[in-house]
């Protein structure tokens, strides 16, 4: 089973200012990788599938970027409705795990 | 507009069984694989089971497997998961979610409900 390890656990950013999120697989995933945005009392919402390709009606401040085992999620500037926690997702092999997460909350 | 709608869920006792349902619309419900993900209270998401579009194929997490069982409705543009032998562990809200790809069961998911959650204590 591949394991997702997401770094870091807590962003603390200000609105305006970039968002680097990382996802490490423990095997090479190619780029079959998806990250997912939560917000507190509301469902996961697709942010970017494939790596990089972004899901219908996402702003295009949210972009990923990777392969193999290493990925990134990058808002360039944050802006107060996406402080929220992001998972990403493979569907490599079986089965299709989630990472941990990580919480970007407001510095 | 596509919605997804789960119901079911509820206080149960450990060994107890739970039957959840999501009724989808807004989309062709056919044509797409459906999963069930769950996620603990706060914890991260855990994929449960996924079924193929017609149903003919099921997947489960080692978690669940033998005590979960998912299946679909086509003409009810309906999802099932009928939870047996519940444990403590099994406490989560519980989502389902559309396969973002036609004719693969290995999926990321483009629309979620949002959740029904289930309670397993005595």
């Known amino acids: 089973e591949i394991v997702l390890t997401q770094s870091p656990a807590t962003l603390s950013l200000s609105p305006g200012e970039r968002a680097t999120l990382s996802c490490r697989a423990s095997?090479?995933?190619?780029?079959?990788l998806a990250w997912y945005q939560e917000k507190p009392g509301q469902a996961p919402r697709l942010l970017i599938y494939?790596?990089?390709n972004r899901a219908t009606g996402i702003p295009a401040r949210f972009s990923g970027s990777g392969s193999g085992t290493d990925f990134t999620l990058t808002i360039s500037s944050l802006e107060p409705e996406d402080f929220a926690v992001y998972y990403c997702?493979?569907?490599?092999?079986?089965?299709?795990?989630f990472g941990g997460g990580t919480k970007v909350e407001i510095k | 507009e596509v919605q997804l709608l789960e119901s079911g869920g509820g206080l149960v006792q450990p060994g107890g069984s739970l039957r959840l349902s999501c009724a989808a619309s807004?989309?062709?419900?056919?044509?797409?694989?459906m999963s069930w993900v769950r996620q603990a209270p706060g914890k991260g998401l855990e994929w449960v089971s996924v079924i193929t579009e017609s149903g003919g194929y099921t997947y489960y997490a080692d978690s669940v497997k033998g005590r979960f069982t998912i299946s679909r409705d086509n003409s009810k543009n309906t999802l099932f998961l009928q939870m047996n032998s519940l444990r403590a562990e099994d406490t989560a809200v519980y989502y389902c979610?559309?396969?973002?790809?036609?004719?693969?069961?290995?999926?990321?998911?483009?629309?979620w409900g949002q959740g029904t959650l289930v309670t397993v204590s005595s």
């Open positions: 807004g989309f062709t419900f056919s044509s797409y694989g």
């Open positions: 095997q090479s995933v190619s780029t079959y």
């Open positions: 494939d790596t990089s």
């Open positions: 997702q493979q569907r490599f092999l079986w089965p299709p795990g």
């Open positions: 979610a559309k396969s973002l790809h036609i004719g693969t069961h290995k999926d990321f998911f483009d629309y």
